[in-house]
């Protein structure tokens, strides 16, 4: 499998791991007693289920929760108290802070999210038929990531400085113009374009296509020195060539962002949606986010945890994916403080998995 870019971007297998945690930007959770944390739990999931103030008769009702109501609105009294819990209006219900969701979050067993067999499968079909150009595949797992979780998904494509170089060629194209095509470990394909000040001849191009092919096996961030071939000609479009791949490997990797249309669906509150979409449009913001959060692994960053203000309402699931051994680029969802973690987590994980595995084959 390769990508292009030109210059002128359940089951037991869908089980993701059990440490989730928002790696420098974690807080320490003050641990509870069982009761108090069967009691979260039940409040978190109701209002994942159903975005509404959670009473003590729903929690008293719930799975692992073996008290009266009376009981439950006390210790639901204590968990406001302790920051795990907030009562939003005169309601007598509550929903959890982000304190609670961390809780929740870090409480997490490792088969606590599984994929249904379904979107399993999903996965498998997309990435057995998936071919053409990485940054169609990128934008293509973006769009499958955000119909998984219904959240916005975010695919940080390679920053091609760490891939190693598998084949250079040189060809001259008409005139002045010449097409360098670099094929990387990390699956893309370089088509980069130089412009020579005279037209150059094919065995000028030929020739010279044969001594950048001494690049192949550094890395783009650490090519190698060629020697002169004594002919100026040759010389000059091998050196043009060489400052093209170094160029390359100098290119952030580019964004590919999927499902906003269902972030508006996420949020009642206009300006909050108008405030998260405007930040997903803005790819620097969006890159540093998932490349602060990603180095701590399968990751997830709830509510102000990730620091970026804008998007304080949200939270954000993060995981590497990984190409012969290297972390090469990032897949994400960003959706609000109240997704589903368990499913959201265990999509990510399968995907950038899979993703990782795909690229390998190239």
Do not use: W
């Not at 930007?25 to 978190?44: H, N, P, Y």
């Amino acid at each position: 499998m390769a990508g292009s870019r030109a210059l002128a971007v359940g089951i037991l297998e869908c089980q993701p791991p059990g440490t989730r945690r928002a790696g420098p930007l974690s807080r320490q959770v003050t641990m509870l007693d069982e009761r108090k944390a069967a009691i979260l739990r039940a409040v978190v999931k109701e209002y994942i289920e159903t975005a509404q103030p959670v009473g003590s008769g729903h929690v008293a009702r719930a799975a692992g929760v073996h008290v009266s109501s009376a009981t439950v609105r006390n210790e639901m009294a204590v968990l406001e108290q302790e920051g795990y819990l907030q009562q939003p209006h005169t309601s007598a219900g509550r929903v959890p802070t982000d304190k609670g969701y961390r809780f929740f979050v870090d409480s997490l067993g490792p088969t606590s999210g599984r994929l249904d067999q379904a979107k399993a499968q999903e996965i498998r079909s997309f990435f057995a038929t998936s071919h053409g150009a990485l940054e169609h595949m990128l934008h293509d797992t973006s769009r499958l990531l955000a119909s998984l979780t219904n959240y916005a998904a975010v695919v940080v494509g390679p920053q091609h400085e760490a891939a190693i170089l598998r084949s250079v060629q040189l060809v001259g194209l008409h005139g002045r113009t010449i097409l360098l095509v670099a094929v990387l470990s990390d699956g893309a394909v370089e088509r980069l374009t130089i412009e020579a000040a005279t037209e150059i001849p094919d065995e000028v191009v030929s020739l010279a296509s044969a001594r950048l092919a001494h690049v192949i096996g550094a890395t783009l961030a650490a090519l190698p020195e060629i020697d002169p071939s004594g002919d100026e000609r040759v010389d000059a479009l091998v050196g043009a060539g060489r400052d093209a791949l170094d160029r390359a490997g100098g290119d952030s990797g580019e964004v590919f962002v999927g499902g906003t249309a269902q972030m508006a669906a996420a949020f009642d509150a206009v300006e909050t949606v108008r405030q998260v979409l405007s930040t997903l449009e803005r790819q620097y913001v969006v890159v540093s986010l998932i490349r602060d959060l990603v180095d701590g692994g399968l990751t997830v960053a709830i509510g102000s945890e990730h620091g970026v203000q804008p998007l304080a309402a949200c939270s954000v699931v993060v995981a590497p994916y990984v190409v012969e051994g290297h972390h090469v680029g990032s897949i994400g969802v960003v959706g609000p403080t109240r997704m589903n973690y368990p499913q959201a987590l265990a999509a990510v994980d399968v995907v950038s998995h899979r993703l990782g595995q795909r690229l390998s084959e190239a």
